[in-house]
């Protein structure tokens, strides 16, 4: 609770201090959210320019099958699969809770694992691969928690999500895989800069509320801990530019 009330007084200290006194009001205005413990992740293409052909703005984040308990993390214009995000508050609250689906027979849980900057794809050993795989994923990799005014999936590390043309050899098929681009720190500028893979575009993975269905008897997964999340009722309605900061 204190920790809540002092971002809340650092957030509007602020925001007044960023309105500049002189010109018309700023108010801030975000896209309206809702709450639901089950979400999908939708792609928004954040510059648009470089998106794929066809467009991936809007497409979902699904698994594909790459053996026993392993998917891999791709894109697809259907409907993706159902997440949430499970720990407890306090693990919510500091990005130490992870992003779980169900899956198999019984339901088991899946997580949403990323690559660290140390491991890398076998096939593209310049890329670092996403998966939803059985076990808990990677900790840490979470929706945006208050003060943010956006939700969206954040691997805790300074880079984007990027979408990417790539051949998946179990299948030796091309899918618009969903890979973790780390940012490089640049000496010269003393910043980060931003690491697309070529060919692919970044992406954020935003959640759009949807039903997480009821366990049935006998499931090794379990709901005690899906958190309720902030998550938008249709992602690609949302029109950014009427939205800002
Ligand atoms: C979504 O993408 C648009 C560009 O198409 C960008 O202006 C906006 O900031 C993005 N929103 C988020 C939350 O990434
Ligand atoms: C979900 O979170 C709870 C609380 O931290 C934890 O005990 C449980 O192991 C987590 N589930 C998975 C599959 O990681």
Redesign the pocket.
Known sequence: MTMFTTLLAVGAASLASATPLQSRQVVPNYPPNEVSTGFRLVA???D?ATDLTPSVDGWEFQGIHTGAGLNDAVLASGPGRIFYHNGTAAEIRFAEGSILADGGTPLFPYGIYVQGEDEVDPTYPAEHDVAINVGSGTIGVSLLAFPDP?F?LTAHAQGTFVACPRTVPYYNAEFTVVRFAYDTFNPDTALFDRNVPEGCTAI?L?PECDTLPELPEGSISSHEFAANSKCYEDVSAIN?PEYGP
């Open positions: 928004n293409v954040t648009p956006y969206y954020t935003i950014w």
